[in-house]
T-cell receptor, first 113, second 112 residues
Framework: AQKITQTQPGMFVQEKEAVTLDCTYD???????LFWYKQPSSGEMIFLIY??????QNATEGRYSLNFQKARKSANLVISASQLGDSAMYFC??????????FGKGTRLSVIA | GAGVSQSPRYKVAKRGQDVALRCDPI?????LFWYQQALGQGPEFLTY????????KSGLPSDRFFAERPEGSVSTLKIQRTQQEDSAVYLC??????????FGQGTRLTVV
């Protein structure tokens, strides 16, 4: 079974600062994918970034980067230069193959001006 | 449309009433997923289609929940005899094989 753990219910960050959202996962599979989604108050889940278990380099997408430490089974999201519009819920998720995503409980990020 | 469309956005149902939630996936997306998201929680998997075939319905909480995708495009999630614990946001997602999933804005169901 796959499991995602997000231990930070809420985080605060000053505008223009960087913030790291933690995610650890548990799986016995060798091949899997890790995802981060953003959910603003409007409710839609917005895909941010993907990391494959065999990818040797950490994924980056604009201001988002994924700090992937396979041996520690962690996939932390780093948001650089935080903006007020980054305030939202952030979910870490994983899947193997074409199976459904398994989500963590999420972290609420609040960006302070 | 360009994205996943769900309707209605909001639904209030009296306990015992049947409801039907609709999902229009992105054109050409083979896989379609339904998730249930309780307040303050992450989405929980309900069921999954590949084209018209329902490949996994292990997440449906009871036999009051039923989903279909008869032509491999639009999907409907039906909940019979709604109960208060069914109150949640129901999210639909679609994707091509082995790509990221795109989500709709969800249907917020409130059972009173």
């Amino acid at each position: 079974a796959q499991k995602i753990t997000q231990t930070q219910p809420g985080m605060f960050v000053q505008e223009k600062e960087a913030v790291t959202l933690d995610c650890t996962y548990d799986t016995s599979d060798q091949s899997y994918g890790l995802f981060w989604y953003k959910q603003p108050s409007s409710g839609e889940m917005i895909f941010l970034i993907y990391q494959g278990s065999y990818d040797e380099q950490n994924a980056t997408e604009g201001r988002y980067s994924l700090n992937f430490q396979k041996a520690r089974k962690s996939a932390n999201l780093v948001i650089s230069a935080s903006q007020l519009g980054d305030s939202a819920m952030y979910f870490c998720a994983m899947r193997r193959g074409n199976t459904p995503l398994v989500f963590g409980k999420g972290t609420r990020l609040s960006v302070i001006a | 449309g360009a994205g996943v469309s769900q309707s209605p956005r909001y639904k209030v149902a009296k306990r015992g009433q049947d409801v039907a939630l609709r999902c229009d996936p992105i054109s050409g997306h083979v896989s379609l997923f339904w998730y249930q998201q309780a307040l303050g929680q992450g989405p929980e998997f309900l069921t999954y289609f590949q084209n018209e075939a329902q490949l996994d319905k292990s997440g449906l909480p009871s036999d009051r929940f039923f989903a279909e995708r008869p032509e491999g495009s639009v999907s409907t999630l039906k909940i019979q005899r709604t109960q208060q614990e069914d109150s949640a946001v129901y999210l639909c997602a679609s994707r091509r094989l082995n790509t990221e999933a795109f989500f709709g804005q969800g249907t917020r169901l409130t059972v009173v």
